[in-house]
C-alpha cells in the first residue's frame, strides 16, 4: 500500500477526549486516580458494547507505584481486568473505569528501586487496528513521525511534546488479548484525537477533529459497528 500525500499541515496528537456517559462521575473518577491532566471528557450517549479498540497506558518507574495506581483506581471505583503481577517485560496490570475506558498500569522494573511515587514516566493512547502497516502508512502520510516501530505488530509515534500523550498502533485482537478482554466490540470507540490539523477519521473509524473544534463526532470503524 502507498503512502497517500496529504496537501494538509502535518498532523500531531494534541489531546484525547473522552466520551462519557457522566462528565461530573468521570472527573471525580481521574482525578483520584491522577490521570486527570491526560485526558478531557465529554458528555456522550453513544451506543458501545464491548472492546472499543483501544487502551491508554501509564508506564510508571516500579512495582511499587503500578500497586499505587491500580490501587487508587480500584477505590474510586474502577474493576480489575488483570491483576498487577510480573511478566516478561515488567510488571503491570489492567483496570476498567467506571465509564468503560480501559487502562493498563505498567513498569519494564520487575524490582522496586525506591519508594512508590504518583509519578507517571509517559502515557501511551494505543489504537487496536486490523492492519499495523497500513495504519501506520496513513498516518505517515498525514505527516506523523515514527518513534518505533516493529513490522506489523506495533508502531509508536513521536510524541507532540513534554508531557503529552503518545499515540500507538498495535493488533486489535492482540490488544485485546493483553487487556484482558474479548475483541468484539459495537458502536462507537467513546474516544476523539485531538489534531493538530483538519478533521479526520482513520482506517479503523477512529475520529480526530481540528483545533477549536467542539462536535461530537462518532465514527465506527469497520469492526466497531452496531
Not at 497506558?57 to 503481577?85: I, R, Y
Request: charged share 20%; net charge positive.
Amino acid at each position: 500500500m502507498a503512502t497517500t500525500t496529504h496537501t494538509a499541515a502535518p498532523t500531531s496528537l494534541t489531546s484525547v477526549t473522552l466520551e462519557v456517559a457522566d462528565p461530573a462521575a468521570a472527573r471525580g473518577f481521574y482525578a483520584a486516580f491522577g490521570v486527570e491532566s491526560y485526558v478531557r471528557l465529554r458528555p456522550s450517549e453513544a451506543h458501545s458494547t464491548g472492546f472499543r479498540g483501544f487502551t491508554l497506558a501509564l508506564t510508571v518507574s516500579g512495582p511499587a507505584t503500578v500497586d499505587g495506581f491500580v490501587a487508587a483506581a480500584v477505590d474510586a471505583g474502577a474493576t480489575v481486568l488483570k491483576p498487577a503481577t510480573k511478566s516478561l517485560w515488567g510488571y503491570g496490570g489492567t483496570v476498567q473505569a467506571p465509564d468503560g475506558t480501559i487502562w493498563k498500569i505498567a513498569t519494564s522494573a520487575r524490582k522496586d528501586t525506591g519508594p512508590a511515587t504518583r509519578e507517571i514516566d509517559e502515557v501511551v493512547l494505543l489504537l487496536g487496528v486490523e492492519d499495523v502497516k497500513a495504519t501506520k502508512q496513513f498516518y505517515v502520510g498525514r505527516g506523523l513521525g515514527v518513534a518505533k516501530s516493529f513490522g506489523g505488530k506495533y508502531v509508536e509515534f513521536a510524541a507532540g511534546g513534554a508531557g503529552s500523550v503518545k499515540l500507538a498502533l498495535y493488533k486489535r485482537r492482540a490488544l485485546a488479548k493483553d487487556l484482558g478482554v474479548p475483541a468484539d466490540g459495537t458502536g462507537s470507540h467513546r474516544v476523539v484525537l485531538g489534531s493538530t490539523s483538519d478533521a479526520f477519521t482513520d482506517p479503523d473509524g477512529f475520529a480526530w477533529e481540528g483545533p477549536g473544534s467542539h462536535t461530537p463526532r462518532a465514527a465506527l470503524s469497520p469492526r466497531h459497528r452496531p
